[in-house]
T-cell receptor
Framework: ETGVTQSPTHLIKTRGQQVTLRCSSQ?????VSWYQQALGQGPQFIFQ???????GRGNFPPRFSGLQFPNYSSELNVNALELDDSALYLC????????????FGPGTRLTVL | QQQVKQSPQSLIVQKGGISIINCAYE??????FPWYQQFPGKGPALLIA?????SEKKEGRFTISFNKSAKQFSLHIMDSQPGDSATYFC????????????FGKGTMLLVSP
């Protein structure tokens, strides 16, 4: 059984640029959730994908968007980057029928200059 | 609006001592309460979780105590070890429709040798 993997590990962008982060879900999991974790804070829910459809969204602007692919892997896209977007972005996978337990990847550290 | 409040922000415990972290929630629709452990540079890892139909759950040295009427739950780490030094997050979610975790702000635990 493989765990949740994310790429890249670290990323540096400048304000106004666009970024794409990637996540491979744990084997057998069909649901992917994305979270933003600012320094010294708990993760904040961005959105969730189930069977390639957005299944729920937190309080994040539309410039945060995502995709889920038929193999259940997922992408998080952020347009028009702002300095406050600097954070650790976490992907978590779960079985929709068991929506409680979410397994997190190691995250992508995004720095916006 | 912070739906899950966690305290203390940081905690120093001697090796062999008991570490206690507390959380309070506001939304009575929450029906699943996990605790996550996060080491520097890693994603959160599920430690132990409880549902509101039980008042206590124990797994090894880790115990969750749950008080539904007070809307509070706590994590007790018995015989704390230096390897337990990490940031601990409580979280809450509901398991109908789509499930998203609402996290507390975290407690940085340091177990001194």
């Amino acid at each position: 059984e493989t765990g949740v993997t994310q790429s890249p590990t670290h990323l540096i962008k400048t304000r106004g640029q666009q970024v794409t982060l990637r996540c491979s879900s744990q084997s057998g999991h069909n649901t992917v959730s994305w979270y933003q974790q600012a320094l010294g804070q708990g993760p904040q829910f961005i959105f969730q994908y189930y069977r390639e459809e957005e299944n729920g969204r937190g309080n994040f602007p539309p410039r945060f968007s995502g995709l889920q692919f038929p193999n259940y892997s997922s992408e998080l896209n952020v347009n028009a980057l702002e300095l406050d977007d600097s954070a650790l972005y976490l992907c978590a996978s779960s079985l929709f029928t068991s929506t409680d337990t979410q397994y997190f990847g190691p995250g992508t550290r995004l720095t916006v200059l | 609006q912070q739906q899950v409040k966690q305290s203390p922000q940081s905690l120093i415990v001697q090796k062999g001592g008991i570490s206690i972290i507390n959380c309070a929630y506001e939304n009575t629709a929450f029906d699943y309460f996990p605790w996550y452990q996060q080491f520097p540079g890693k994603g959160p890892a599920l430690l132990i979780a409880i549902r509101p139909d039980v008042s206590e759950k124990k797994e090894g040295r880790f115990t969750i105590s749950f008080n539904k009427s007070a809307k509070q739950f706590s994590l007790h780490i018995m015989d704390s070890q230096p390897g337990d030094s990490a940031t601990y997050f409580c979280a809450a979610s509901w398991t109908s429709g789509y499930s998203t975790l609402t996290f507390g702000k975290g407690t940085m635990l340091l177990v001194s040798p």
